[in-house]
């Protein structure tokens, strides 16, 4: 590429070479960093992925292990409710507290044994199962006896509401339990308490467990803490969720978790799925996290474990400086060999800019000289097979251009004819020649569905061959082995490219040169009312551009022959409601029964156009044993 000026001697003199060089510095140097930079960054974010998914897998080993731990928790204090309500001392006090009068001496020392051998079983082989123990009456969730005495005489909502199931043993976190723990999440264990000669369990026992007893088991789920002496070092965090909003967290040092609202924590998002979930995200305290979490249903309740970004991902930082150095280097020896490699490589690069330039202006003659023998010739005798191939693909662009917008504007003007047409029968007439006719098709027709919607009938056909088929009523069942049947039943357009060789194709004698055929539906409002039909002399006659224009020709059919079909039906209505005002107002006022009849008469053969017209009453009507109508001077009829 050259830059041409007239100097005083009147030449033309070249462009200086370092200037050359310096722009192809300036145009291969980003393509070579550039690709270097996002292998950079690609392996730096591969390595990233990598330590996320060793990570990941060990969070999610670590929540699956805890949950088992849960379950575990659980299932302890479940045995130890099974020992409880077979002691038979419990069960029969509780039998007592049932059946005696409360404030009752036998009441009061049925109460105190109740509560004693509740206490007795807060604990196992010296270690606390229970904070506290209570038992409650399923009727009407009144608490008998409890370690907690404040609770004894309450009605405990979790029996009321249903929270808790009276037939089997089972655990489950409650929040906000008006009783047990109205801002705290306590752990609710219980089962059915069967009492001497009870068909049914009357009691439910109940353990809780609140307070330090959840401080402890929060501690026990901590994976991510060390002990180092005295100290606690913290690599992550291990946290329940409670839905909708609760956050239960235990901070390092503390003996009882801590409550919080977060309802925009992504671990309520995933409530819907019971598998174990890792998204990177900010922490409670703002800081970037990777969490795992997953959600146990039964308790509504999800176990979260958090670690720290800035911990998982420490050792990516020694990638910064490598990929730096690499970068540098690569830069240094790509600027050398550009600088050193221009001044040979841009000279005969010129005429293929001049190539490049005319081919843009549309200057498709234009050929770069071919007579090297090197890769530039061959490079330039591309070029010149390129030009042949886009002057043709160009003028064979806007031949189809061409064609297709004389299509559209064809279709169009047969649109806006169909839609000026009011009448009927003259707009699917109309149709149907002004498409044989603009697009040269062999034969075009119109069916309509009748009013069982199982036949499509023949309503417009083009030429003396259309007219003798709807002379003939030419029809097509629903779903009948033709093209007609089954677009109507389906729905959807269709083309047979060989009519010959299309199973469903009805052979027409009247019709002998059909080579292929096209049909779509018209449809209103979603609802199938008829097919547009087109028949061609030549075989693959139908591209899918010409089915889509064809189906926005049928959309607009559809819609011109439902406006035609509501004026008729408005025009016909009008007629109606004319012919009761007429009737009505000559029959006003007239109290001659003959009169009235002639009168109804008359009116009735102007407007159905009857040769007669005859009225009668039936016998008794008048009085008498009959009477016949008047009859008009235009015949006798019966209506």
């Known amino acids: 590429m050259f830059r041409r000026r007239s100097d005083s001697a009147g030449g033309p003199t070249p462009r200086a070479r370092e200037s050359l060089g310096r722009k192809l510095a ?9 690709p270097l930079v996002l292998l950079g960054v690609l392996a730096y974010f591969r390595s990233r992925a990598i330590l ?9 080993s670590a929540t699956e292990t805890q949950i088992q731990s849960l379950e ?29 009068r409360p404030g009752s001496a036998s009441y009061a020392g049925a109460l105190e044994e109740a509560r004693a051998a509740l206490a007795s079983f807060r604990s196992r082989s010296g270690q606390t199962v229970f904070s506290d123990m209570m038992v409650a009456r399923i009727s009407d969730g009144v608490v008998l006896a409890a370690t907690e005495t404040s609770w004894q005489g309450q009605g405990l909502t979790l029996l009321a509401s249903g929270a808790i199931s009276t037939t089997a043993i089972g655990t489950l976190p409650v929040y906000g339990d008006a009783i047990l723990g109205p801002d705290s999440v306590v752990v609710v264990t219980s089962a059915p308490l069967r009492t001497p000669g009870s068909e049914t369990p009357p009691a439910m026992l109940i353990g809780v467990n609140r307070g330090l007893r959840i401080g402890q088991l929060m501690t026990s789920l901590q994976v991510f803490w060390q002990q180092r002496g005295v100290f606690i070092v913290e690599t992550g965090n291990t946290y329940l969720a409670f839905a909708p909003d609760i956050i239960l967290r235990l901070t390092r040092y503390a003996t009882e978790p801590e409550l919080l609202n977060r309802s925009g924590h992504p671990v309520f998002a995933a409530q819907a799925s019971d598998l174990a979930t890792s998204r990177e995200y900010n922490s409670l305290d703002d800081v970037p996290v990777l969490g795992t979490f997953q959600w146990l249903p039964e308790w509504q309740m999800a176990v979260v474990n958090e670690v720290p970004q800035e911990l998982i991902y420490a050792g990516l930082s020694t990638l910064a400086p490598f990929t730096a150095a690499l970068i540098g280097a690569a830069a240094f020896f790509t600027v050398l060999v550009v600088i050193v490699a221009t001044n040979r490589l841009l000279r005969p690069l010129g005429p293929l800019t001049e190539f490049a330039g005319r081919i843009s202006r549309g200057d498709w003659e234009y050929r770069v000289p071919a007579d090297r023998l090197d890769e530039l010739g061959v490079l330039g005798r591309a070029f010149n097979r390129m030009a042949d191939d886009l002057s043709g ?11 297709r917008t004389r299509q559209v504007r064809t279709a169009s003007e047969v649109a806006r004819a169909v839609i000026s047409t009011p009448n009927l029968e003259d707009l699917m007439r109309r149709a149907v020649d002004l498409i044989r006719e603009r697009f040269g098709y062999y034969h075009a027709a119109i069916f309509l569905l009748d009013e069982t919607g199982e036949t499509a009938v023949l309503r417009a056909a083009t030429g003396e061959v259309g007219a003798a088929l709807i002379a003939r009523g030419h029809k097509l069942s629903v779903g009948s082995n033709s093209i007609i049947g089954w677009v109507t039943s389906n729905k959807e357009p269709r083309v047979a490219s060989d009519v010959s060789r299309d199973p469903i194709h009805f052979k027409s004698e009247l019709l002998p040169g059909t080579r292929s055929e096209a049909a779509v539906p018209l449809q209103v409002a979603g609802r199938v009312v008829g097919a547009l039909d087109v028949q061609s002399l030549e075989p693959n006659a139908f591209t899918p551009e010409d089915l889509a224009l064809l189906q926005t020709l049928a959309d607009q059919l559809s819609a011109a022959i439902q406006n035609a079909r509501l004026a008729q039906t408005s025009a016909l209505a009008a007629d109606r409601a004319r012919l009761i005002t007429e009737a009505t107002t000559k029959m006003t006022g007239v109290l001659d029964m003959n009169r009235v009849l002639m009168t109804a008469a008359e009116v009735l053969h102007r407007a159905l156009g009857q040769p007669e017209i005859i009225v009668r009453l039936a016998e008794g009507a008048d009085g008498g044993s009959g009477a016949g109508a008047p009859e008009s001077e235009n015949g006798e009829g019966e209506a």
């Open 26 to 34: 300036l145009v291969i140097l980003p393509i070579v960093l550039i």
């Open 52 to 60: 996320q998914g060793q990570i990941q897998g060990e969070m999610v």
């Open 72 to 100: 575990e928790w659980a299932r302890e204090r479940e045995q130890q409710l099974v020992l409880a309500y077979q002691s038979s001392v419990l069960t029969e006090q509780v039998d007592t507290l049932l059946r005696q």
């Open 393 to 403: 693909m160009y003028r064979s662009l806007e031949a189809r251009v061409e064609e």
